[in-house]
């Protein structure tokens, strides 16, 4: 008995013992389900905080756009290039590294944010074109304010970088510095001088961009050489096939790597540009079929729309492909040319036209309202550009352009050059009167368009750079202040000073433009052509869906670099909506085309806006042929500028 009664009582205990459990769990599940009830709670705080968080970020963008980012901005221009013929580029290697410097160097260029943009050959060239120099404690590397054109490689010792007598930092061996004085012809923003005894590597701006320039030109040659050989291009326009080297991409692969599977769905054109053979087997089966090699092309069926792979493709050894897919050469493939108007205004001199008021100024140049005196209700707008000025920024190339090419491009989206004028001291272009005012002040003044305010404006330019591209002319420095609205509110491009007639198919080599909208290829010196005009239409879209430029930097070369990042690592706010989002990530991306075909303008009324017949978002108030009241106030030049008539360079004008 006293056994069973033992018993029983650890029985009881354990049945006490799983009735504490099971509370303690029920406990434990109640804890769990307030703090679940908790998190819950925090999270609909953390939405509503996030929402709050967007709210001011999209309220502080807007003022940053109003008060700091609608600032006018000012292109940049490099001086012209001495060698146009690439061909007759030679590159001269006059020191050789040893094999630590070369070690360093390549490391240290590699790891600066411009230069490791740069295609390693290109590395590589520049490394055997660097000469070396010394300087001994306290000597001063570069002065502040100096004009700027060589970049150097520190090997040994320490620098100290200071700007207006502040220390910023110091600089050890393996980092490069002075970098944005190979672009293009600029001040030094701070001094660098010897903290001990340094030895440095470096290369001039001229060095550079002869580099850029060869190699640049002879790696499209081979493209285009590789496309002309495939029978499917060879019926295509010079120009094209000049687009298509312009966007091959490389890709590479590893030994035995399926380049093509048989069966999978492709939409992508191979072409062998490196490495060893490629072999073609059916059926899945490790039979070579054929084997192809460098020069070779397969998977051109995909470009005519066949989806499914019929054979495989396996790398042998190490190989490198250039790869097309069949939406971009389709798009490359239908590019527009409209064909321009002729009209020439020239029954007028300078003497016939009283000025009212000045409309605007820039870089170079003043614009005048004026009025015909022998019939007051037709104005015009007269640019006037002063000779002494051109001659001493050496811009005398770049207005000789402008004034070809404006009156070789006539479209209703383009603003119409009627007649030039020169005397002693200026030059004046007779230009049509454009009195809505300028984009970049409605810009400024709303922060941001929606997307059908967006969408027209951005027609209009498409319209106007299709008419430029058609021409061989390339455009160059897009942005909302280059931009005018007429009496209608329909918007038309306007100055052309940075504009150049390159041909169909051919690049050139001239760093110009507004930092914000610069092409990568004009950054990395790559030469560049119609392409950096479809990147700055990019750009341009997400500015006035937004408010502010994708890319921006407190300066020029920390613009440059972020923009060498690319279009994926910039956060698209919320107001630009996918479709939009599609558009500009497919220009900044593939940037060799103006197409219409993208969703973001599905429904558009191209011909309506072509014909002038669909209503502009946004008509300004016009009362009369002079009114300026939709322009900024600019008072009135007094300067009586020197006379230039010995040199001749305007005897085009």
Not at 139 to 153: H, L, N, P
Not at 171 to 195: D, Q, W
Not at 623 to 629: A, I, Q, V
Request: aromatic residues 10%; charged residues 25%; negative net charge.
């Amino acid at each position: 008995m006293a056994a069973v009664s033992k018993g029983g009582g650890t029985l009881r205990d354990l049945q006490l013992a799983l009735q504490l459990k099971i509370e303690e769990l029920r406990q434990r599940d109640a804890l769990i389900d307030e703090l679940e009830l908790e998190l819950d709670t925090k999270d609909d705080l953390i939405r509503q905080l996030q929402i709050e968080l967007d709210r001011y970020r999209s309220a502080s963008q807007q003022l940053v756009s109003s008060q700091e980012a609608r600032t006018k901005r000012q292109a940049i221009s490099a001086e012209p290039t001495t060698t146009t013929d690439t061909s007759q580029v030679h590159l001269f290697h006059p020191f050789r590294c040893i094999c630590r410097s070369s070690e360093l160097i390549q490391r240290a260029l590699m790891d600066n944010d411009f230069m490791k943009h740069l295609e390693h050959g290109q590395i590589l060239t520049i490394m055997d074109c660097m000469y070396p120099t010394s300087l001994a404690k306290g000597c001063c590397v570069i002065q502040e304010g100096d004009d700027g054109s060589t970049v150097y490689v520190l090997e040994e010792g320490m620098v100290e970088v200071t700007k207006q007598g502040k220390k910023l930092c110091t600089i050890g061996p393996g980092k490069v510095f002075g970098e944005l004085a190979i672009l293009y012809n600029c001040t030094r923003t701070a001094s660098v001088t010897a903290l001990t005894d340094i030895k440095l590597w470096a290369i001039d701006r001229q060095g550079f961009q002869t580099i850029m320039m060869r190699t640049g030109f002879i790696k499209h040659s081979q493209y285009t050489d590789f496309l002309r050989s495939v029978p499917s291009f060879q019926s295509l326009p010079e120009d094209i096939l000049s687009k298509l080297a312009d966007v091959l991409e490389e890709t590479h692969y590893s030994d035995s790597d399926y380049i093509i599977r048989q069966g999978a769905i492709g939409d992508t054109f191979f072409i062998i540009s490196d490495g060893q053979p490629v072999t073609l087997t059916l059926n899945d089966e490790q039979v070579t079929v054929k084997t192809l090699s460098k020069g070779d092309w397969f998977g051109e069926q995909a470009l005519k729309g066949e989806d499914i792979r019929t054979a495989s493709y396996t790398a042998v050894g190490d190989v490198t492909c250039l790869v097309i897919d069949r939406d971009l050469f389709a798009l490359l493939c239908a590019l527009c040319r409209l064909q321009a108007e002729a009209d020439f205004f020239s029954s007028v001199s300078l003497g016939d036209f009283n000025v009212i008021c000045t409309l605007g100024m820039g870089g170079f140049s003043r614009v005048e309202l004026v009025q015909l005196k022998n019939e007051a209700s037709r104005s015009f707008a007269l640019k006037v550009l002063k000779k002494r000025h051109i001659v001493d920024t050496s811009q005398q190339g770049h207005i000789l352009s402008e004034r070809r090419i404006m009156m070789e491009a006539h479209s209703p989206f383009i603003i119409r050059l009627y007649r030039t004028f020169r005397d002693s001291k200026c030059l004046y272009m007779l230009l049509e009167a454009c009195l809505g005012g300028e984009l970049w002040t409605l810009l400024r003044d709303r922060g941001s368009f929606d997307d059908s305010t967006t969408r027209f404006y951005t027609g209009c330019v498409i319209e106007a750079l299709a008419c430029l591209h058609s021409q061989g002319i390339i455009y160059r420095d897009l942005k909302p202040e280059n931009i005018i609205l007429d009496n209608r509110g329909y918007a038309k491009l306007v100055d052309f000073g940075f504009a150049k007639k390159v041909g169909l198919g051919k690049k050139t080599w001239t760093f110009c433009g507004t930092p914000e909208y610069v092409a990568p290829e004009i950054i990395l010196n790559k030469g560049h052509d119609s392409s950096a005009d479809c990147w700055s239409l990019g750009i341009l879209v997400f500015e006035l869906l937004s408010g502010s430029p994708p890319f921006s930097g407190s300066d020029p070369m920390k613009t440059y670099n972020i923009i060498l990042r690319g279009i994926d690592m910039v956060e698209f706010p919320k107001k630009i909506t996918k479709s939009a989002a599609n558009l500009i990530k497919r220009l900044c991306r593939f940037h060799g085309n103006l197409s219409f075909s993208f969703r973001w303008f599905e429904g558009f009324n191209w011909d309506g806006l072509r014909q002038g017949t669909i209503d502009s978002p946004y008509t300004p108030s016009v009362d009369g042929p002079l009114d300026n009241s939709n322009f900024d106030y600019f008072p009135e030049d007094t300067e009586d500028p020197p006379p230039d008539e010995e040199s001749g360079w305007d005897l085009e004008f």
